[in-house]
């Protein structure tokens, strides 16, 4: 009995130790300020206690497939001029069904040679079909609009990451979210102010390139100046640095863009023929005849060479001389640096996103709210649990330390298992934690109880204490199976703060069933052990 | 010290009057849902804009409803907040209704209201608002999310109760839980209190300390059952309430206790959720020996008055 005592013992210590460990990690000092860094470490605070912004942004997967049919009816106008059938018109009819194209107006005699092109592998995303007036349709396939809408929300998603990367922010969540469909949530600790948030993300559709008339000047007034003060309609001033190194400039530019941000398909960094860091880029096909033009004309060798200025979020981030005549495939050159030409490619290949958005919830909470609520959770918690550790000392006697101890030790393995998860604590979390300290007596209480009654009924202090545990064992596991049960389905129909309350619930109640059943009796048959046989126990 | 050592009192016997003290409330509550505050849904359910703006010093909201005014902004409610112990501090709540956020501008109640207190209202500064913008297709879907929540718990707990005792231990526990959530959400609505997640999360808490409740007694009838074959239910479940009668009250008592403290210094972020939790443990330790105790002896007289078996065996116990 005394080594199962002593082995017990020992395990119930490792295990303290273990959950130590998971609340404070390996603390840097035994004092009071390094203990508390090194919980704030190791447990994760919700934005509620944190403080800072949760945005959840409604993609609108189909504008993705409304440019993909739009770029296939280009094509299809462009293959049958080639395939020499003409009188055609192609276009969407339905504004509410964007994944169909109706073709209208096929000459009886080239019926056959449409039907071939369009069945071809150009257009194999594609079923095609006859309507009932003759026209022909093409209908995306619908393994195809599945696979644009997957695309086009991880694009999104990746958009959005880079942009948020940008504010700075340690910790910020960007995911795909649960409650709707194609929702991303984003979560900023730290930063309260929405619009900031929301600037950052609306900002990356809002790039283009313009044609630079003149320029650089030093600044607004340099450049009104030199064009005597009238700034030609056409054109406009755009502030910007050229470089990143270099300061504030201004630039003439044309008021119409050359190539919309939208236009890339992709941008890659890579090196010239002299080995300095250069850039590649396609465009679409519409945007590469519009961009040919505009370089044939203004190429280095050309009477009226030019060079061309990417602008985003209104403001100037780099200048490049256009070398030849480019239609979809091109090279941007500058005297660029390998960082630079990165940063430029990243810009270019997310400048687009695919997808419009509108958030659809907005929570911010700010750094003065999140702290006032951890002060109250926390009194809320002491509060509760000393005036329970009274009680049970009052009532109990001696057995209400075994009580109080359990409670105790309930909380360190309760804040553990939250650290070892990497489980969020949120202000209803806390909350979770008070309910458990509740419930968690419950279980002593029972136990208790059904011992008095044993020791009433006669029997010895041995026999009473194994009665009242085996008794009891069967309810406490009844009564914590059936609310672990209402804090899993809340635990996954929830979020946010909701969850965090089910997982601290859930954590404290499988703290429970080990403190209040084991470590409990252990207590007891260690006091039972030192006592004689027909002594008395104090409870 | 000993609470109750040998309580014998015949709690069936008083159903009569359990039954009156639940119906009083129950109705109480249901009139209120229908016909005096309905239901007062937060801003998570509803669709809406809520603006917490921490002042410098103790906020005008006469000034400050003119302030929003003159900015065009007339449907606002504006509350101030209380903190802990009901002193009131220096934050005020400015909550717009749901055709403030909608889906094509989501900020503009938001908008409206920072710029409309920088530019009139002049008694003192501010920090920074705390916000909350719900748009009206999340607000539906956090709805329905919150009633398949409830369903599928009901349904879980009515599972396992079947699995470990028999049907009707179930249903009786079920039905003690469900005319728990309807009085505690009949509070809300006579104390006209919103009901927000964070409250739905609450009554899914009191659902399973109800059910944890009922269980106790149950499984102490289903322990006497099994021991004295001869006893009327009846009388054995009147013995089971007696004997479990120091548990239920110590247990209660402390869980409330510890909710109480969370009532009263947990903030007023959760004050909706320690509302509901307060109200809840105090129904639900009663619902188990007023509802669901006696649902179990009524519905042995009604088969014993359709001609069918005597007792109620129950499943003995296995663990």
């Avoid at chain 1, 739009?70 to 069904?97: F, M, N, S, W, Y």
């Avoid at chain 1, 619908?142 to 958009?159: A, F, K, L, N, S």
């Avoid at chain 2, 999340?138 to 409830?150: D, V, Y």
């Amino acid at each position: 009995m005394s080594q199962n005592l002593k082995g017990k013992t020992a395990f119930i210590v490792a295990f303290l130790v273990v959950f130590c460990y998971g609340i404070v990690g390996i603390p840097h000092g035994l004092g009071p300020a390094a203990l508390k860094q090194a919980l704030a470490d190791r447990i994760k605070l919700g934005l509620d206690l944190k403080g800072g912004t949760h945005l959840v942004l409604q993609v609108h997967v189909q504008d993705a497939v409304v440019s993909a049919t739009d770029r296939d009816v280009e094509r299809l106008q462009d293959d049958l001029q080639k395939a020499a059938i003409t009188g055609v018109t192609v276009g969407k009819l339905d504004p509410a069904h964007p994944e169909t194209i109706t073709v209208k107006g096929v000459p009886a005699a080239k019926v056959s040679d449409a039907r071939t092109l369009m069945e071809g592998s150009d257009y194999v995303n594609y079923d095609l079909s006859s309507n009932p007036d003759g026209s022909m349709k093409l209908t995306m396939k619908p393994g195809v609009i599945r696979d644009i809408d997957t695309h086009t929300m991880t694009q999104t998603q990746e958009v959005i990451n880079d942009r948020i990367n940008t504010l700075g922010v340690a910790e910020t969540t960007v995911q795909q979210y649960g409650l709707g469909d194609n929702e991303i949530l984003v979560e900023l600790p730290g930063i309260s102010d929405p619009g900031q948030v929301e600037d950052a993300i609306e900002s990356t559709s809002k790039l283009a390139v313009y044609a630079v008339v003149s320029g650089p000047y030093d600044d607004d007034q340099a450049a009104q100046t030199a064009l005597n003060g009238v700034v030609p309609p056409d054109d406009m001033l755009v502030h910007g640095n050229a470089t990143p190194t270099s300061v504030d400039q201004v630039f003439l530019l044309k008021r119409a863009s050359e190539v919309e941000g939208t236009d890339f398909r992709d941008a890659q960094p890579s090196t010239d023929v002299n080995g300095r860091p250069n850039l590649t880029f396609t465009l679409t096909t519409a945007a590469g005849d519009r961009f040919f033009k505009y370089t044939s004309e203004h190429s280095k060798d050309s009477p009226d060479p030019g060079s061309m200025a990417i602008v985003l979020g209104g403001k100037v981030k780099e200048v490049a001389s256009i070398n030849s005549a480019i239609r979809d495939r091109g090279e941007i050159e500058g005297s660029f640096s390998k960082d630079e030409v990165d940063n430029l490619s990243l810009m270019l290949r997310t400048g687009a996103l695919p997808a419009s958005m509108d958030p659809v919830e907005t929570l911010t909470v700010g750094p003065s709210l999140g702290a006032a609520s951890i002060r109250q959770g926390v009194t809320a918690a002491i509060a509760g649990m000393l005036a329970v550790m009274a009680f049970m000392l009052f009532y109990y006697r001696a057995a209400g330390i075994n009580a109080d101890l359990a409670l105790v030790l309930n909380l360190v393995i309760l804040l553990g298992f939250m650290g070892f998860f990497g489980a969020t604590l949120t202000l209803p979390g806390i909350a979770g934690v008070i309910l458990t300290i509740g419930m968690g007596v419950d279980s002593n209480v029972l136990i208790f109880e059904r011992i008095r009654e044993e020791l009433r009924a006669g029997k010895t202090a041995a026999a009473a204490v194994q009665q009242g545990f085996g008794h009891a064992w069967i309810t406490i596991v009844d009564t914590h199976v059936t609310t672990i049960v209402a804090a899993l389905i809340l635990m996954f129909l929830g979020t946010g703060p909701v969850k965090g309350f089910a997982v601290t619930l859930t954590f404290g109640l499988l703290a429970n069933l080990f403190t209040a059943v084991f470590v409990s009796r252990t207590i007891f048959d260690a006091i039972l052990a030192r006592k004689d046989r027909g002594a008395a126990l104090s409870i | 010290m000993e609470l109750f050592r040998d309580a014998k009192v015949d709690w069936l016997g008083k159903k009569w009057y359990f039954l009156g003290f639940s119906l009083i409330f129950s109705v109480a509550g249901v009139l209120s849902m229908l016909f005096w505050h309905h239901l007062p849904l937060s801003v998570d359910f509803k669709g809406g804009t809520e603006v917490r703006v921490p002042f410098d010093a103790p906020p005008n909201e006469d000034h400050i409803r003119a302030a929003l005014a003159q900015a065009g902004i007339h449907d606002a409610q504006i509350q101030r907040i209380s903190t802990v112990m009901g002193q009131m501090g220096n934050d005020e709540m400015i909550s717009l209704p749901a055709s403030s956020a909608t889906d094509q501008n989501h900020d503009a109640g938001r908008l409206a209201v920072e710029n409309a207190l920088h530019e009139n209202y002049h008694d003192s500064s501010f920090g920074q608002p705390s916000v909350q913008i719900v748009g009206p297709t999340a607000g539906r879907q956090l709805q329905k999310q919150a009633a398949w929540a409830t369903f599928f718990s009901l349904m879980g707990m009515l599972a396992y109760l079947w699995f470990r005792f028999e049907l009707i231990y179930g249903v009786a526990a079920v039905v003690a839980v469900f005319h728990d959530t309807l009085i505690t959400v009949g509070a809300f609505s006579l104390t006209n209190q919103e009901i927000s997640l964070t409250v739905i999360a609450a009554i899914l808490t009191l659902i399973g300390y109800s059910m944890n409740d009922t269980i106790v007694v149950f499984d102490r009838i289903r322990e006497n059952l099994a021991l004295s074959r001869r006893e009327g239910l009846a009388d054995v479940v009147n013995r089971s309430i007696n004997q479990t009668l120091t548990r239920t009250v110590i247990s209660s008592g402390l869980t409330f206790l510890t909710v109480m403290s969370l009532f009263l210094f947990g903030g007023p972020v959760l004050r909706g959720f320690s509302f509901a939790l307060v109200v809840g443990i105090l129904i639900g330790t009663y619902s188990s020996i007023a509802v669901a105790a006696p649902m179990l002896v009524a519905y042995q007289d009604w088969r014993k008055s359709r001609g069918k078996v005597a007792t109620l065996p129950a499943k003995r116990a296995r663990v």
